[in-house]
Structure formats: C-alpha cells, structure tokens
C-alpha cells in the first residue's frame, strides 16, 4: 500500500507540473489528492487499496492523455517552424528572381508573390497568439505551405513571361 501510495504522490506531483489544465487530469489529481489526505484505515486496509488503485489507474491515464496532447503540439510547433522557414526562404528566392528581372516579371507573378508574403506575415504575426488547438495549428501550417508553394523561382508563368520578353527582343 505504501508503495502505491507513493506511486500515486508521484503522479500527483507529474500532473502538477505539466502545463495543461485538462479537466480530465485536473479531476484525477483532485480525487488523488482526497484518497492520499484519507490514508490507510487500519480496520479496513482492503478499501483503502481498492481507492489508491483507481485514483493510479485514472490519473495515470489522464496523465497519459495529457502527455500524447503536449507531445504533439510540440510536433505541431516543430512542423509550423519547419513550414514557416521554408515559406521565408522560397519567398526571399523569388523576391530576388523578381527584382533581378523587372520587366520579365508580369502583374500575375508579382500578385502571386505579394499574396505570398501577406500570407507568410499573417502566419508569422498569429504564431505568437496560437492556442494548442491542433485545428488552428493545422490551418496556419497550411496557410504557411501554402504560402511556401505560391512564388517558386521556377514559376512556370515567370518563365513564359521571360521567355516571350526575350523572344521578342531577340
């Protein structure tokens, strides 16, 4: 009994410690807490064991719970990262391509490169105030994909646009 009580001071104290306020592991550690404050009745040890072992098996798994969602906002976190350097660096390449080709660079292009920034500055800006919502997480990464794949340097309309520029200079 002593062990499992400490098994379950344990997990009290890792649930205190995680930051989340899931009511699920909020009321496990509350009814942790009242079974450890009750004790060990000594004329009745066999409930006293029944209460320890469902307060560990209910905060062990809302302790696992909580784990599995801080696990993957912090992959949501690593992957928004990921997304939004990637969209600064083929922006930033196709910022260039535009400046160093003025007049072979049509509205079209330059519209798709302006949407592209305005996305990538909206996700930047929001990053700040995203809750865990693995939904918002999700759209802003999209929105940061999306803002990635808007202006490659390699635009098939950059290209046909400089290829006729040329031909007709030529």
């Known amino acids: 009994a002593q062990a499992m009580r400490a098994d379950v001071e344990g997990d009290v104290a890792a649930a205190r410690s995680m930051r989340t306020d899931s009511p699920e592991l909020v009321a496990a550690v509350t009814q942790a807490e009242t079974v450890l404050r009750q004790g060990i009745d000594p004329k009745d040890p066999i409930s006293a064991v029944d209460a320890l072992t469902k307060a560990n098996t209910d905060i062990d798994a809302a302790l696992a719970t909580a784990r599995g ?67 918002i997480w999700r759209l802003t990464i999209d929105a940061a994909m999306s803002a990635a794949l808007l202006p490659p340097a390699h635009d098939p309309l950059v290209r046909s646009r400089l290829q006729r520029r040329s031909d007709l200079t030529s």
């Open 69 to 135: 969602v801080e696990e993957q906002n912090q992959r949501a976190a690593r992957a928004l990262a990921d997304a939004l350097r990637d969209a600064r660096s083929r922006i930033s390449q196709a910022r260039e391509y535009t400046a160093l080709r003025r007049g072979g660079v049509g509205p079209t292009a330059r519209t798709r490169l302006s949407e592209a920034e305005r996305a990538l500055s909206i996700c930047s800006t929001s990053r700040a105030f995203l809750s865990a919502s693995r939904l």
